[in-house]
């Protein structure tokens, strides 16, 4: 009986559960072979692109080659030439960028600029030929050195050296330096890269006064950059534009950091958010000073009419190192106080969240900031208790780290200050003689208390 119905089952054909795994096992290997087809496709798109990129690299060498010595440099760079930095050029299907380096070397054998007076004995070209890939190697990079037909050439001109480093002096380096001078014929107007030991040589440099721009930047960092002299300037630049001297040298060091990001929560004394809210902001680089009796510093940063968005809040997240200042523009409101206080300082690389404290002006407020005696020197962590006419206690609260306290407080229930009322404050702390004082409050009242030790 076993067996018959062993014959009668595999007459019967698959169970349906047996053709699905059937189906399941067939789909797996389907795919399999599929990715194997498609990234074999890849490699044979990826191996036709580089070389192609490799044979128009070759014809970019080539080219040059058959040019003209004085022809063989930069349309508006150092040395200036007729070869443009960067182009496309389609070959089949491929899109290839095509990116040129020239550069002078001061070759050692017959004396370093300003010794030698042509500090450009021979150019170094760099071709590199890139395109867009799925691959890590999406370019090809090939170099030739194309040495003029007699010794000496570019007499009496510069060079111009710049260096890139960070705020502990270690080098930055693919900086990409912009170099532009417009007093030149033909302008000078191409952008570089420094070495791995952030340097920039660049012989062959045109003599001009205080006409060459320098802007460095790398992503993940701070720009810096010349700036034109006082008056074309509103203020007195530290950092000018270069001149270059025949046969001198002129070399210019930049200290760039990473890029941070502040976040601004802008809050009313009760807690509530102050959206579309305007005030000003300036800090990072010091670029320069006023031009005044009493010089003050020129920020890199300067935005005077910021706006909060709809819940209160400002961010940047490419500003540079250094102390940050705020500024209310908006009519109404007073700015209270802020958390960490004010300037705010940003590290590089560095989140840094600040909540400020805004008075509306409509609301009756009473703001103390408590001081040593005779000093501007403020006083945190002192008591201070807020007494009505009748001398019942209203709050109790403390300063904060720039001395400050303001009433009313939040809390549950809400307490509000009565306008043209009058309000008396005790403030305390050990080692400071208790300072009892009163005042009539009405809008935004500020009183200046002073703690004897």
């Not at 070959?91 to 070397?105: F, P």
Request: net charge neutral.
């Amino acid at each position: 009986m076993k067996k018959k119905n062993r014959k009668q089952k595999s007459k019967q054909g698959f169970t349906l559960v047996e053709a699905l795994v059937g189906i399941f096992i067939l789909a797996i290997l389907s795919l399999g072979i599929y990715g194997t087809y498609a990234f074999g496709i890849k490699v044979s798109v990826n191996n036709r692109l580089m070389t192609e990129g490799a044979a128009l690299a070759e014809k970019q060498i080539e080219a040059i080659h058959a040019m003209t010595y004085e022809d063989i440099g930069i349309s508006g760079g150092i040395p200036s030439g007729t070869l443009p930095a960067t182009s496309q050029e389609t070959v089949d299907k491929g899109v290839y960028t095509i990116k040129r380096s020239v550069r002078c070397i001061d070759d050692p054998y017959n004396g370093l600029s300003p010794t030698d007076k042509s500090p450009c004995n021979y150019k170094q070209i760099e071709i590199k030929v890139s395109w867009p890939t799925s691959f890590t190697s999406d370019k090809v990079v090939l170099d030739t050195i194309v040495a003029p037909p007699s010794l000496e050439t570019e007499l009496n001109m510069g060079v111009l050296m710049v260096n890139i480093s960070n705020g502990q002096g270690v080098p930055v380096s693919e900086a990409s330096i912009q170099i532009k001078n417009s007093t030149l014929s033909p302008a000078v107007d191409f952008t570089t890269e420094t070495a791995e030991d952030g340097s920039l040589t660049l012989p062959g440099a045109k003599p001009a006064t205080t006409s060459y721009d320098i802007t460095a930047t790398k992503s993940g960092y701070e720009t810096v950059k010349t700036y034109p002299p006082y008056p074309t300037s509103a203020f007195n630049p530290l950092d000018s534009y270069l001149s270059v001297a025949k046969g001198a040298i002129t070399s210019k060091s930049f200290v760039i950091d990473m890029i941070s990001a502040l976040t601004i929560n802008l809050r009313d004394t009760l807690g509530g958010t102050v959206p579309n809210a305007t005030f000003g902001l300036k800090g990072g680089r010091t670029i320069g000073t006023t031009v005044e009796p009493s010089p003050k510093a020129v920020y890199y940063f300067t935005e005077p009419a910021l706006v909060s968005n709809a819940s209160g809040n400002w961010s940047k997240t490419d500003l540079g190192k250094g102390p940050y200042y705020f500024t209310i523009t908006n009519a109404n409101y007073e700015l209270i106080t802020t958390s960490p206080v004010l300037p705010w300082t940003l590290a590089p690389n560095g989140t840094q969240t600040v909540t400020v404290t805004m008075g509306n002006k409509s609301n009756t407020i009473l703001v103390l900031t408590v001081k040593e005696f005779g000093t501007e020197t403020v006083v945190s962590g002192a008591t201070v208790r807020l007494l009505d006419s009748l001398g019942a206690l209203v709050q109790t609260a403390t300063t904060d780290d720039n001395g400050v306290i303001y009433f009313p407080q939040i809390t549950s229930p809400a307490v509000t200050l009565t306008p043209g009322a009058t309000y008396t404050f005790e403030v305390s702390k050990t080692g400071y003689i208790t300072n009892t004082s009163s005042s009539l409050v009405n809008g935004i009242t500020r009183i200046n208390v002073s703690l004897s030790k």
